[in-house]
């Protein structure tokens, strides 16, 4: 899986971002501009200890992203999607980007791949989820319909050690 993060605006949300991206074998692709510098210290804090085992790539702008991932189908998170997040099949390669927290993916983006944004259904007059949060939510369900692969393993070691016990 991939996980696309353009233009992130907050330290603590890429750090906690990148520290699911490990836990569960994500590549994370941030575009430039950053709201923070990469060796940051709340960046760094939030990930734990853990940011030195993310598999992490920066781009210039989104035209530097899309040459270096020619074809690939990007899905959209927004606000603004008229599908589900949970109506969408990921494979097991989808790249699944979410725009900055203060304003998301630019309108123009969205408009020319508008067959590739899912939403995530929010009750009320809530404007948006946390984006760390947003994040989890999409992936573990782009996991779960590939049936966790490569992840089930240590799961299954820690309900046998509960089983011992």
Same mark, same amino acid.
């Given at each position: 899986? %991939?996980?696309? #993060? #353009?233009?992130?605006?907050?330290?603590? !949300?890429?750090?906690?971002?990148?520290?699911?991206?490990?836990?569960?074998?994500?590549?994370?692709?941030? *575009?430039?501009?950053?709201?923070?510098?990469? !060796?940051?210290?709340?960046?760094?804090?939030?990930?734990?200890?853990?940011?030195?085992?993310?598999?992490?790539?920066?781009?210039?702008? @989104?035209?530097?992203?899309?040459?270096?991932?020619? &074809?690939?189908?990007?899905?959209?998170?927004?606000?603004?999607?008229?599908?589900?997040?949970?109506?969408?099949?990921?494979?097991?390669?989808? @790249? *699944?980007?979410?725009?900055?927290?203060?304003?998301?993916?630019?309108?123009?983006?969205?408009?020319? %791949?508008?067959? !590739?944004?899912?939403? *995530?259904?929010?009750? &009320?007059? *809530?404007?948006?989820? !946390?984006?760390? %949060?947003?994040?989890?939510?999409?992936? @573990?369900?782009?996991?779960?319909? %590939?049936?966790?692969?490569?992840?089930? #393993?240590?799961?299954?070691?820690?309900?046998?050690?509960?089983?011992?016990?």
């Amino acid at each position: 899986m %991939n996980i696309v #993060l #353009l233009e992130p605006e907050m330290p603590a !949300n890429t750090g906690n971002i990148g520290r699911t991206c490990v836990a569960t074998g994500t590549r994370l692709h941030l *575009i430039r501009p950053l709201g923070f510098r990469l !060796n940051e210290r709340m960046l760094k804090r939030a990930g734990l200890d853990y940011w030195d085992k993310l598999d992490v790539t920066v781009y210039d702008d @989104y035209e530097d992203f899309l040459e270096r991932h020619p &074809g690939e189908r990007i899905y959209m998170a927004t606000t603004k999607g008229r599908k589900v997040y949970t109506d969408v099949c990921y494979d097991p390669d989808a @790249y *699944i980007m979410f725009g900055k927290e203060s304003a998301g993916i630019p309108e123009e983006i969205l408009l020319a %791949n508008q067959e !590739n944004c899912v939403r *995530i259904p929010m009750w &009320g007059d *809530i404007r948006s989820l !946390n984006l760390s %949060n947003a994040v989890a939510i999409v992936l @573990y369900e782009a996991l779960r319909q %590939n049936g966790f692969e490569k992840m089930t #393993l240590q799961g299954e070691l820690h309900r046998l050690h509960w089983r011992e016990d």
